[in-house]
Structures are given as C-alpha cells and as structure tokens.
C-alpha cells in the first residue's frame, strides 16, 4: 500500500514537500515514481528515483525544482518542489516499481490514491 500526503493549498512560489508512505511490500525493494494528474489532462511523469537511491530521472518542468529522496528504514519516500507555479495544480501520486528507474507509468505495479495540490494566488 503506498500513501501519498503533504499536498494542499499553496500560492505560486511556494515550495511543499510530498511524502509517500509505504506498507507491506518494503520501500528498499522498489524503485518510487511521482506522477500527476490535473483535471483534463492525462497523468504525467514527475520523478523517479531508483531502488538504491543512487539515481533520479526528471521531466523537463520538474528539473531545477524537485528533489527526490527515500527513507528506506522509515519506508518513505519524499518529493520536494520549490518555485511552484499555477500548473504545477493537480493530484500527485506515488508508485513503486521493480523494472528500474522509469519515468513510463505503465511500468509501475502499485499505486496511491494520490493527494491534491493546488497552486493559487
């Protein structure tokens, strides 16, 4: 089970920080994936960081904005965005994966319900 919080109202600029809490299928053997979903629009990728931590895979908006870090023995796992902009609305899920560092949604086996993110002045 993976359980994303964090999420919340926020006024473009801010920074916010988003956790995803795992059980019963142990963080340290999966790689965690960070994507969203803004109303109309289909889900997209956001980060991925690998299963060893060592490595982090970006989509173009999020890089320079995100950072990624997990805490294996806390089973969590964590995603930061600064400068946060009108677009970045929407609701943000986490999934885990065993095929590796992957940005591809179809790749990930389990999945959040996601939290919502609204980015309003």
């Known amino acids: 089970q993976l359980v994303e919080s964090g999420g919340g109202l926020v006024q473009p600029g801010d920074t916010l920080t988003l956790s995803c809490a795992v059980s019963g299928i142990g963080l340290s053997y999966w790689s965690i994936g960070w994507f969203r979903q803004a109303p109309g629009k289909e889900r997209e990728a956001v980060s991925s960081?690998?299963?060893?931590?060592?490595?982090?895979l970006y989509a173009a908006f999020a890089k320079g904005r995100s950072t990624l870090w997990r805490d294996d023995r806390g089973n969590t796992a964590y995603l930061k965005m600064t400068n946060l902009k009108l677009d970045d609305s929407g609701v943000y899920y986490c999934?885990?994966?065993?095929?590796?560092?992957?940005?591809?949604?179809?790749?990930?086996?389990?999945w959040g319900q996601g939290t919502q993110v609204t980015v309003s002045s």
């Open positions: 999934a885990a994966t065993d095929r590796g560092d992957t940005l591809n949604p179809t790749l990930y086996r389990y």
């Open positions: 960081i690998s299963q060893n931590g060592r490595t982090r």
